[in-house]
């Protein structure tokens, strides 16, 4: 397989990495950054486990090829909030017992943190288009919305 | 209020867990990376049902990169698995008997290499014919797919005089009903890694939900000393039921074995829903017989379950199934006939519910259709037969334990969708859309029944700064047992949670606590704890006692420290843990908990009966599209008896994750097997609910039933609130349109003809 060079920077420190081109994104960070909270549960684009934001959008890293990732800026569940700082969105998922399981819950921690960057204020409906392309087997769902509308109360006052 | 007198017990507590989770921190088994490690893979059969001519791996083990591949004759102990027959080849010898079997697998330097090796070994089969239809999987001339035969398990009971019943009954109602293969879709695909230390020891790091049972398992495989197999198996990314049973572990460990390296498997969403287990399908025929006043006099129900290609826990499900086929009811003609049958369409074995959900579609199903042509309210029907507090379960055992029925049942009377049910029912927003209301019940067993050992097992051990540590075998898969232990021996040992740390799923750092199944990690390992934490405390007393030079009746404990009540002197549990130290040890203690039973035992039916049951009664609000067949729930009810609420913030979830995959059961959710082969192994095709399909409200209604056995009084809700949220549903698309179903998934096309049918009958009124 072909290699590539990529510049890239993520949760805001800088990487020069040679890979195979068909690398994606989801194994770079996972296999080569060495960081496990994005989760993969399909692979295919189908559960959001896997979601980070990618040049200010919020994407299925699983989808990305390393070509792709040269010159971008990625931020990853450990970028938006670590244990002993959290992120006042991973409070309210917490808070709000939206978390059981855990394996979607950095994917929608990070499609959280992307709707409410775009849409400080979001209605029920906003947040359940806003986190369509993430499942969870667990919740059922409604204390992750719960727990989006805390956290948008948390940022926004 | 019962719980009013509790710092922990019954309070909304975050899962201690949850931050870590939430941050991305905390690593999964799949998450584990080794140095030096090498990637597994496994080659899987091509044909659903063939025997095996000939393997040949000898290209794969020349391809660089390879470093070990290993076939049936690597197997150096028993070439078998299963938790209750080892049936299932780890690799196979000269059969394969599902799409999914093992026949070969390879480690290798990288994944790629890993996949290029599995292209080339070299199978040669002679194909059989597939056995997809299991009542003919039962004739005496069909193809056999193991040596004794299709019929894995009979297993019939009889009480009372069934043919009677229907003589004197008023209302006969006769219905055949199918279920489908429902994926768990745990979001945590089969995976981890295995390694041998330095010591000798086998680790085997893999999600599971029973981790001395895997040790155990394993160590039959591998003829490996079991004290020298450490299993780890938590945290994990879900289970359901589906981790229950083994599945890469045996492979993953023979090839770290072989090769003398670590080695990591994950598993492709496609090769976890092609390879592993599954909820059983079921046919159901029903008989039931009713008086006009709606006594319910008679069941006769014939069960047949796809057992899929190996035993795994099919037997005991098949079992529940038969104890729960008249559902929560007094009845006293009963006549059940059940069937696991092997075919060659997959595996299946434990899920949540574990063949409760199956015959609760039927029978709540005919209770709605009873109330309908008796025209009796459908709770007042289901109240007048439900079983009470020392009556005889169908099956013929006594409940002596807490039963909730009739308060879950006034309990969903108080839900909001049942309330305003008229008003409900009536709202139109287009001609094509009909919304209505239905309302189902169930009960499940709590822990493994007659004849299984059930226990509870915890270590509980004082640090050096004052903490304590907890240490169950069963583990957290997002249920929340860990955040409920802790509760539990903060509120025993009188403590803030915060000093409370858990070890969860660890063959060699944690008790035995039996399997995390069965609605029963709760009720055992919190009993276990509460155990433990009582002879802590008295080893702290004696201590104190010593040290004040006092009474130990005179020793009390505050909130965090241990005092005198005479001379008002205290001490807190730092200082006490400096003293056990100096003076040798810091304290630690075993607490054991035996799950009582019940006194009489089903005879040729194993594990019957259960003695501990959480009920349920769940209404859902839909809206069905005459035009399309398309259900959505608008809103959905649950009334749960778990006994105390240990956790109240986790009780939700459970009842909102539980009710939201019972949608998924009801509406959408089946593994599509044709001619033995997955059509369906991917979430594009395979549908699980999203955040969209889900109602806006879920209302959780705890009905207050102290079970006297339990720590602080609890039982276990995990199963019950999933079971009837199916029949809720498909008794709710009556209710909108005078379509009966008879199949889940209820997909749009089933609703469809099912409306069309019913148009065609012109029977709704
Ligand atoms: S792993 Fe990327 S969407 Fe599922
Ligand atoms: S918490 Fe388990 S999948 Fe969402």
């Known amino acids: 397989m072909k290699e590539v060079e990529i510049h890239f920077t993520l949760n805001g420190k800088e990487y020069n990495l040679t890979v195979p081109a068909n690398l994606t994104l989801l194994q770079i960070i996972r296999a080569r950054i060495g960081l496990t909270g994005t989760k993969r549960g399909c692979g295919k684009g189908e559960c959001g486990a896997c979601t980070v934001i990618f040049n200010g959008r919020s994407v299925s890293s699983c989808l990305v090829l390393a070509p792709k990732v040269d010159g971008s800026e990625v931020l990853t569940v450990e970028g938006i909030g670590t244990f002993d700082h959290p992120h006042p969105i991973q409070e309210a998922f917490v808070e709000e017992g939206a978390v059981q399981c855990g394996f979607c819950t950095p994917g929608f921690v990070v499609s959280s943190y992307y709707l409410l960057s775009k849409n400080p204020h979001p209605s029920e409906e906003e947040i359940r288009e806003g986190l369509s392309g993430n499942l969870c087997r667990c919740t059922g769902y409604i204390k992750i919305i719960n727990a989006v509308k805390k956290a948008s109360e948390k940022l926004n006052g | ?275 592993y287990w599954k909820r059983h399908p079921f046919k159901m025929h029903y008989k039931v017989a009713f008086k006009n006043d709606g006594t319910l006099l008679g069941v006769d129900a014939y069960l047949v379950e796809d057992k899929g290609a190996y035993s795994s826990l099919g037997g005991p499900v098949l079992n529940l199934a038969v104890e729960h086929a008249c559902g929560p009811y007094r009845v006293d003609n009963v006549h059940v006939d059940g069937y696991a049958v092997f075919t060659n369409n997959g595996i299946a074995g434990a899920f949540r519910g574990f063949g409760a959900p199956q015959t609760a579609f039927a029978i709540e199903t005919i209770m709605d259709i009873a109330s309908r042509k008796l025209n009796i309210d459908p709770i007042d029907l289901r109240k007048k037969s439900a079983l009470r507090k020392g009556d005889k379960t169908s099956i013929g055992n006594v409940l002596s334990t807490s039963v909730g029925t009739e308060l879950v049942l006034d309990g969903i009377r108080e839900s909001n969708i049942w309330k305003n049910r008229e008003e409900l029912r009536k709202i139109s927003t287009k001609p094509w859309l009909k919304r209505g209301v239905g309302v189902a019940l169930t009960y499940q067993g709590t822990g493994l029944g007659v004849g299984i050992p059930d226990y509870g097992g915890a270590i509980l051990s004082m640090n050096e700064d004052g903490s304590f540590s907890v240490r169950v075998g069963t583990v957290d898969y997002g249920q929340g047992i860990g955040t409920s232990y802790a509760q539990i021996v903060a509120e025993a040992m009188n403590i803030p949670i915060e000093k409370v740390k858990v070890v969860l799923g660890d063959s060699f750092l944690t008790a035995d606590s039996g399997p995390t199944s069965a609605s029963r990690g709760v009720y055992t390992g919190g009993k276990a704890a509460l155990i433990a934490s009582e002879k802590m405390k008295k080893t702290l007393k004696e201590k104190v006692s010593k040290l004040f030079k006092t009474d130990e009746d005179n020793v009390e404990f505050g909130f965090g420290y241990v005092y005198d009540k005479v001379s008002g002197n205290k001490v807190t549990y730092e200082e006490l843990a400096k003293n056990f130290k100096e003076e040798g040890k810091l304290p630690e203690e075993e607490g054991y908990f035996l799950v009582p039973t019940a006194e009489i035992k089903i005879e040729n039916a194993f594990g019957l009966p259960h003695h501990i049951f959480a009920f349920s009664a769940h209404t859902a609000y839909v809206e069905v599209n005459t035009l399309t067949g398309e259900v959505s729930v608008l809103e959905g009810a649950e009334a749960v008896d778990g006994g105390i609420v240990v956790n109240r913030q986790g009780f939700e979830a459970q009842v909102e994750g539980g009710f939201v995959m019972g949608m998924g059961y009801g509406l959408t959710e089946h593994l599509a097997i044709e001619n033995g082969i997955v059509k369906n192994p991917n979430f594009s095709t395979y549908i699980i609910p999203s955040i969209k399909d889900v109602p806006k409200r879920i209302e959780t209604i705890p009905v207050i039933n102290p079970e006297d056995t339990g720590p602080y009084k609890a039982k276990g809700i995990a199963e019950t609130v999933m079971v009837a949220t199916a029949p809720a549903i498909t008794n709710a698309i009556y209710d909108a349109t005078g379509a009966r179903i008879f199949s889940i998934p209820a997909t749009p096309s089933v609703v469809y003809f099912a409306i069309k049918e019913a148009e065609s009958e012109e029977n709704f009124d």
Not at chain 2, 5 to 22: F, Q
Not at chain 2, 144 to 159: D, M, Q, Y
Request: proline fraction near 6%.
């Open chain 2, 1 to 275: 209020m019962e719980e009013a007198k509790y710092k922990y017990i019954g309070r909304s507590v975050p899962r201690i867990d949850a931050l870590e989770k939430a941050t991305g921190k905390i690593k999964y088994m799949s998450d584990l990376s080794l140095p030096n490690m090498l990637f597994g893979k496994i080659l899987r059969a091509k044909y659903p049902h063939a025997k095996i001519l000939r393997i040949d791996t000898s290209k794969a083990e020349a391809l660089p990169g390879v470093v070990t591949v290993i076939t049936h004759k690597d197997v150096p102990g028993l070439n078998g698995f299963g938790i209750v027959v080892p049936d299932m080849p780890v690799l196979c010898k000269d059969k394969v008997r599902y799409i999914g079997d093992a026949v070969a697998a390879v480690a290798a330097e990288t994944e790629t290499i890993a996949e290029k090796a599995l292209s080339l070994i070299e199978v040669d089969y002679e194909p059989l014919p597939i056995v997809d239809d299991p009542e003919e999987a039962m004739k005496e001339d069909a193809p056999k797919i193991h040596e004794e035969g299709n019929i894995h398990l009979h297993t019939e009971i009889k009480r009372g005089d069934v043919e009677k019943a229907f003589k004197e009954a008023d209302l006969i109602i006769e219905e055949t009903f199918f279920t489908g293969r429902q994926d768990h879709t745990p979001l945590e695909t089969e995976g981890g890694v295995a390694f041998v230390d330095e010591e000798g020891n086998l680790n085997v790091y893999v999600g599971s939900q029973y981790p001395q049972r895997d040790q155990l398992q394993l160590a039959r495989c591998l003829n490996w000393n079991p004290k020298k197999i450490r299993v780890v198996s938590y945290p994990v990314g879900g289970a359901f039921g589906r981790k229950d049973e083994l599945s890469i572990q045996p492979i993953l460990a023979l090839l770290a074995i072989k090769a003398k390296r670590a080695v990591k498997i994950t598993l492709s969403r496609e090769e976890s829903m092609i390879a």
